[in-house]
């Protein structure tokens, strides 16, 4: 039995917005089933013990486009969960833009941990982040923002960091700010090229981006900096799900099929490699799990990261490499360069490899 298990559910391929660096493929009008949601649900209930904790995610698509689904599977898991003694918690990630009463309570919901997608100011937010007819969103986004702020609603803000707006990082994240914003997660565009002088500028950034974050704690959490802070000072770090990648965390496709993370998931193709056999309605629970491979890429063994390294993540390196084990050099560059500005900007000393890892596969 698993004391934590996450599930994903991917209640739609459709979106109003047509983000040009998304990920998940043609926005097409294919939502979840209940009696596939249901069962995904049943099946990770199942794989708890008496006292377990299950962290539901809602994704898509938007996945506030199927608001009334949400409010449903809620109250179904929380039903679930109860009856057998155990936790339930909720997370969601949606694009802002979806503001109806339905979409805000579910948005104001206190045990859902909620991010909004937003890339900061508008002239950065809009070259990417655009709707079916090309208008951009971030006045829409920033409204959403200014107004969870004013409800005193803890959220997440996710910035999509691509090679077109790193050196916009910083001014980003200081906007944000701006609008009360209280923790930011910048995310790598894993999709996308990224050659040696983006590299270069990538670390560049991340300095300033530390020393910003240095002096707004605590009113300010930055999600590259503030685990690599915990490791420093040897504090004891939250126990999650992630990434288990199909032992202890699974996603589902509205088709059913079960994937170990869902940004692997894009159109959900029969021949899409990464799906595991069979679908949600076969068996019991989630606990016989699927392989779960290690980096394998020989440098690991000689990085004094390697214990505290976020390169361990299987989906993210797949993208970047097609090897679930092997990272590239934009992966261990972004972690290194986080270890290190951190450890700079709190005067920490740290040991490194002798190389920066910067070979590897950076396109």
Request: one cysteine or more; glycine letters at 8%; proline letters at 5%.
């Amino acid at each position: 039995m698993y004391e934590n298990f996450g599930l994903t559910l991917m209640l739609t391929h459709a979106c109003n917005l047509r983000c040009r660096y998304c990920y998940t493929g043609a926005k097409v009008e294919r939502a979840m089933p209940l009696d596939v949601a249901r069962k995904a649900i049943v099946r990770s209930v199942a794989s708890l013990g008496p006292g377990g904790t299950l962290n539901l995610g809602f994704f898509g698509g938007e996945p506030l486009l199927c608001v009334s689904t949400i409010k449903y599977l809620i109250h179904f898991a929380r039903q679930l969960t109860k009856i057998r003694d155990q936790h339930l918690r909720l997370s969601m990630t949606t694009n802002g833009t979806i503001v109806s009463p339905d979409a805000w309570r579910v948005m104001m919901s206190p045990e859902l941990e909620l991010s909004i997608s937003c890339d900061g100011a508008a002239d950065v937010h809009d070259r990417h982040r655009i709707t079916a007819s090309g208008r951009g969103t971030a006045a829409r986004v920033h409204d959403t923002i200014r107004r969870l702020v004013s409800a005193g609603r803890e959220f997440w803000v996710i910035a999509v960091v691509r090679p077109d707006t790193i050196d916009d990082l910083p001014e980003s994240i200081a906007f944000l700010q701006s609008l009360g914003v209280r923790r930011i997660q910048p995310s790598l565009d894993l999709w996308t090229k990224w050659n040696a002088v983006d590299i270069d500028r990538l670390e560049r950034a991340i300095e300033a981006c530390a020393t910003d974050w240095r002096r707004s704690i605590p009113h300010l959490a930055i999600s590259w900096f503030d685990a690599k802070a915990g490791m420093l000072v040897g504090a004891a770090m939250a126990i999650s799900s992630r990434c288990g990648f199909g032992r202890g965390e699974v996603a589902v496709a509205p088709s059913g099929r079960v994937y170990p993370c869902e940004r692997l998931i894009g159109e959900d193709l029969p021949n899409n490699p990464m799906a595991f056999p069979g679908n949600v309605f076969d068996g019991a629970d989630f606990r016989s799990g699927w392989p779960s491979p290690s980096r394998s890429h020989d440098s690991c063994d000689t990085c004094a990261m390697s214990g505290e390294c976020d390169t361990v993540c299987r989906c993210s390196n797949y993208v970047r490499t097609g090897d679930v084990a092997t990272p590239d050099g934009l992966l261990c560059t972004l972690n290194q360069a986080c270890l290190t500005a951190t450890a700079a900007v709190l005067n920490k000393p740290i040991q490194l490899s002798t190389r920066m890892l910067k070979q590897g596969v950076l396109s």
